[in-house]
Protein backbone atom coordinates (compact mmCIF):
# COMPACT_ATOMS: atom_id res chain seq x y z
CA UNK A 1 0.00 0.00 0.00
CA UNK A 2 1.48 3.20 -1.24
CA UNK A 3 0.16 6.72 -2.01
CA UNK A 4 1.78 8.57 -5.08
CA UNK A 5 2.27 12.19 -5.11
CA UNK A 6 4.11 12.90 -8.13
CA UNK A 7 7.85 11.58 -7.77
CA UNK A 8 7.28 11.50 -3.83
CA UNK A 9 5.49 8.45 -2.26
CA UNK A 10 3.87 7.64 0.76
CA UNK A 11 3.98 3.91 1.71
CA UNK A 12 3.22 1.42 4.83
CA UNK A 13 6.70 1.35 6.00
CA UNK A 14 6.50 5.53 6.81
CA UNK A 15 3.30 4.87 7.71
CA UNK A 16 4.45 2.64 10.61
CA UNK A 17 7.45 4.66 11.34
CA UNK A 18 5.09 7.34 11.91
CA UNK A 19 2.90 5.55 14.46
CA UNK A 20 5.56 4.15 16.24
CA UNK A 21 7.63 7.18 16.94
CA UNK A 22 3.83 8.65 18.23
CA UNK A 23 3.79 5.88 20.32
CA UNK A 24 6.96 6.15 21.67
CA UNK A 25 6.60 9.88 22.13
CA UNK A 26 3.30 9.13 24.24
CA UNK A 27 4.66 6.72 26.37
CA UNK A 28 7.88 8.30 27.17
CA UNK A 29 5.51 11.56 27.94
CA UNK A 30 3.35 9.35 30.06
CA UNK A 31 6.08 7.62 32.34
CA UNK A 32 8.26 10.65 32.57
CA UNK A 33 11.21 9.19 30.96
CA UNK A 34 12.63 11.84 29.16
CA UNK A 35 13.18 13.71 26.25
CA UNK A 36 16.82 11.38 25.74
CA UNK A 37 14.43 8.39 26.25
CA UNK A 38 12.24 9.40 23.33
CA UNK A 39 15.24 9.85 21.48
CA UNK A 40 16.80 7.12 21.62
CA UNK A 41 13.68 4.79 21.56
CA UNK A 42 12.45 6.35 18.22
CA UNK A 43 15.89 6.33 16.39
CA UNK A 44 15.58 2.37 17.42
CA UNK A 45 12.07 2.31 16.25
CA UNK A 46 12.91 4.40 12.71
CA UNK A 47 16.26 1.53 12.40
CA UNK A 48 14.08 -1.49 13.18
CA UNK A 49 10.75 -0.76 10.75
CA UNK A 50 11.58 -2.87 8.19
CA UNK A 51 9.06 -3.89 5.06
CA UNK A 52 8.35 -7.04 6.26
CA UNK A 53 7.86 -8.36 9.33
CA UNK A 54 10.74 -11.34 9.03
CA UNK A 55 13.34 -8.28 8.26
CA UNK A 56 12.07 -6.35 11.09
CA UNK A 57 12.67 -9.06 13.93
CA UNK A 58 16.20 -9.51 12.31
CA UNK A 59 16.81 -5.49 12.59
CA UNK A 60 14.84 -5.51 15.78
CA UNK A 61 17.27 -8.21 17.26
CA UNK A 62 20.80 -7.05 15.94
CA UNK A 63 19.50 -3.59 16.35
CA UNK A 64 19.01 -4.67 21.04
CA UNK A 65 22.07 -6.73 20.72
CA UNK A 66 23.83 -3.90 19.29
CA UNK A 67 22.55 -1.54 21.41
CA UNK A 68 23.44 -3.49 24.63
CA UNK A 69 27.27 -4.13 22.96
CA UNK A 70 27.36 -0.75 22.72
CA UNK A 71 25.85 0.33 25.95
CA UNK A 72 28.58 -2.21 27.79
CA UNK A 73 32.03 -1.43 25.60
CA UNK A 74 30.60 2.14 26.75
CA UNK A 75 30.51 1.30 30.25
CA UNK A 76 34.42 -0.11 29.87
CA UNK A 77 35.42 2.90 28.24
CA UNK A 78 34.25 5.45 31.24
CA UNK A 79 35.76 2.80 33.93
CA UNK A 80 39.08 3.77 31.55
CA UNK A 81 38.89 7.06 30.54
CA UNK A 82 37.67 7.92 34.38
CA UNK A 83 40.83 6.32 35.60
CA UNK A 84 43.08 7.92 33.59
CA UNK A 85 41.64 11.43 34.63
CA UNK A 86 39.20 12.39 31.76
CA UNK A 87 42.66 12.69 29.55
CA UNK A 88 41.91 13.58 25.96
CA UNK A 89 44.40 11.84 24.33
CA UNK A 90 43.01 9.00 26.12
CA UNK A 91 39.67 9.76 24.52
CA UNK A 92 41.12 10.43 21.40
CA UNK A 93 42.64 6.31 21.42
CA UNK A 94 39.87 4.77 23.73
CA UNK A 95 36.74 6.19 21.56
CA UNK A 96 37.90 4.59 18.06
CA UNK A 97 39.30 1.36 19.40
CA UNK A 98 36.25 0.43 21.16
CA UNK A 99 34.46 1.07 17.85
CA UNK A 100 36.26 -1.05 16.09
CA UNK A 101 35.82 -3.90 18.98
CA UNK A 102 32.43 -3.34 18.34
CA UNK A 103 32.41 -3.33 14.73
CA UNK A 104 34.80 -6.53 14.94
CA UNK A 105 32.15 -8.30 17.21
CA UNK A 106 28.91 -7.37 15.71
CA UNK A 107 30.32 -8.47 12.55
CA UNK A 108 31.42 -11.62 14.10
CA UNK A 109 28.60 -12.59 14.59
CA UNK A 110 26.71 -11.45 11.22
CA UNK A 111 24.48 -8.55 13.00
CA UNK A 112 25.06 -6.25 10.29
CA UNK A 113 21.39 -4.19 10.61
CA UNK A 114 22.72 -3.98 14.36
CA UNK A 115 26.18 -2.03 13.27
CA UNK A 116 24.91 1.82 13.36
CA UNK A 117 22.94 1.56 16.03
CA UNK A 118 25.75 -0.41 17.95
CA UNK A 119 28.34 2.04 17.63
CA UNK A 120 25.40 5.66 17.94
CA UNK A 121 25.22 3.87 21.00
CA UNK A 122 28.80 3.11 21.87
CA UNK A 123 28.96 7.04 21.19
CA UNK A 124 25.89 8.35 22.92
CA UNK A 125 26.48 6.70 26.16
CA UNK A 126 30.56 7.13 25.82
CA UNK A 127 30.33 10.80 24.76
CA UNK A 128 26.97 11.88 27.14
CA UNK A 129 27.25 9.94 30.43
CA UNK A 130 26.76 11.91 33.08
CA UNK A 131 30.39 11.21 35.74
CA UNK A 132 28.15 10.28 38.45
CA UNK A 133 25.77 7.77 37.48
CA UNK A 134 27.02 5.80 33.92
CA UNK A 135 25.93 2.20 34.76
CA UNK A 136 22.31 3.47 35.34
CA UNK A 137 22.43 5.96 32.33
CA UNK A 138 23.95 3.26 29.95
CA UNK A 139 21.12 0.59 31.20
CA UNK A 140 18.31 3.16 30.67
CA UNK A 141 19.96 4.01 26.95
CA UNK A 142 19.71 0.27 26.61
CA UNK A 143 16.05 -0.35 27.87
CA UNK A 144 14.99 2.75 25.79
CA UNK A 145 16.43 0.72 22.74
CA UNK A 146 14.51 -1.79 23.80
CA UNK A 147 11.40 -0.23 23.83
CA UNK A 148 12.07 1.43 20.43
CA UNK A 149 12.43 -2.03 18.99
CA UNK A 150 9.74 -3.82 20.58
CA UNK A 151 7.17 -0.99 19.13
CA UNK A 152 8.59 -1.27 15.91
CA UNK A 153 7.88 -5.12 16.16
CA UNK A 154 4.55 -4.81 16.96
CA UNK A 155 3.85 -2.13 14.34
CA UNK A 156 5.22 -4.52 11.91
CA UNK A 157 3.56 -7.58 13.35
CA UNK A 158 0.05 -5.05 12.83
CA UNK A 159 0.30 -3.93 9.58
CA UNK A 160 2.64 -6.29 7.27
CA UNK A 161 1.28 -9.07 5.22
CA UNK A 162 3.54 -11.58 6.43
CA UNK A 163 3.30 -11.14 10.02
CA UNK A 164 2.74 -14.91 11.42
CA UNK A 165 -1.37 -15.05 12.02
CA UNK A 166 -1.76 -13.56 8.87
CA UNK A 167 0.33 -15.41 6.76
CA UNK A 168 -1.03 -18.90 8.23
CA UNK A 169 -4.92 -17.45 7.09
CA UNK A 170 -2.81 -16.35 4.05
CA UNK A 171 -1.92 -19.99 3.41
CA UNK A 172 -5.54 -21.93 4.56
CA UNK A 173 -7.10 -19.42 1.42
CA UNK A 174 -4.30 -20.39 -0.93
CA UNK A 175 -4.77 -24.04 0.32
CA UNK A 176 -8.64 -23.93 0.06
CA UNK A 177 -8.39 -22.41 -3.51
CA UNK A 178 -6.10 -25.31 -4.97
CA UNK A 179 -8.85 -28.10 -3.42
CA UNK A 180 -11.43 -25.66 -4.64
CA UNK A 181 -9.80 -25.58 -8.60
CA UNK A 182 -9.16 -29.48 -8.53
CA UNK A 183 -12.97 -30.21 -8.09
Do not use: C
Request: charged share 15%; proline share 2%.
Amino acid sequence: MSFQFGRFRLGLRTIKTVIAIFIILLFTHIFHRGQSAAMIAGISAIIAVRDSYTATLQASKARFIGSALGGTLAVIYFFIYSSLHYNFAAQMILIPLFVLVNIVIMDGFNLHPGLVGANATLLIIALTIPETDYTNYALNRVLDTFFGVIVATVMNSVFIHDAPIKKRKIKRTFIRRKINNRK
